[in-house]
């Protein structure tokens, strides 16, 4: 079956950086994203990586995708107290069906 | 100024009523979708729809109902079949509905369902 797992808290200082991690089960995914919810809103995307990369970068923000061990993760660099919110991770297009799947999210809190 | 709209933001029902949430998107994409979202448990996919007058359950369908009558709606009730529908409640919608072309769902505000 398929599951998508997060760790539900992470805490770090402002101007830190930040990993939230995720791993995943099924490795016919061809699509793995980063979804960003703020209190009481509704889900943004951040990014997303294709299966075939290992690594991707957009300013502040690194997705790390390690296939063998179907981990995923997000670093944020200088994290800022705006990044204070709920982080998804997802995986989509597995053989299994072509909707996304979500994992349970990690609420970043960042601190002064 | 596109988007997706979810109304309303709040809404209070008794037990044993209907009550149906609005989604409405006007980015001209073919797929929607509703989530229900707990503490804790991240997003559960309740019914999709990849093209109009047409549609799937999702992973929780039970005590929901939806129709796809027009492309820019999908329009979510809450049966009193449901048993514990207090929750937050998500729509969505993409391109084309197929996650493994990359195809990316853009969400909406959300709504707040609370039961009496």
């Known amino acids: 079956g398929e599951d998508v797992e997060q760790s539900l808290f992470l805490s770090v200082r402002e101007g830190d950086s930040s990993v939230i991690n995720c791993t995943y089960t099924?490795?016919?995914?061809?699509?793995l994203y980063w979804y960003k919810q703020e209190p009481g809103a509704g889900l943004q995307l951040l990014t997303y990586i294709f299966s075939n990369m290992d690594m991707k970068q957009d300013q502040r923000l690194t997705v790390l995708l390690n296939k063998k061990d179907k981990h995923l993760s997000l670093r944020i660099a200088d994290t800022q107290t705006g990044d204070s919110a709920i982080y998804f991770c997802a995986e989509g297009g597995t053989v299994r069906t072509d909707k996304l799947i979500f994992g349970t999210g990690t609420r970043l809190q960042v601190f002064p | 100024d596109g988007g997706i709209t979810q109304s309303p933001k709040y809404l209070f029902r008794k037990e044993g009523q209907n009550v149906t949430l609005s989604c409405e998107q006007n980015?001209?994409?073919?797929?929607m979708y509703w989530y229900r979202q707990d503490p804790g448990q991240g997003l559960r996919l309740i019914y999709y729809s990849q093209i109009v007058n047409d549609f799937q359950k999702g992973d929780i369908a039970e005590g929901y109902s939806v129709s796809r009558e027009k492309k820019e709606s999908f329009p979510l009730t809450v049966t009193s079949a449901q048993k514990n529908p207090t929750a937050f409640y998500l729509c969505a919608s993409s391109n084309n509905g197929l996650a493994g072309v990359g195809d990316t769902q853009y969400f909406g505000p959300g709504t707040r369902l609370t039961v009496l």
């Open positions: 980015l001209n994409h073919d797929a």
């Open positions: 099924d490795s016919s995914s061809t699509y």
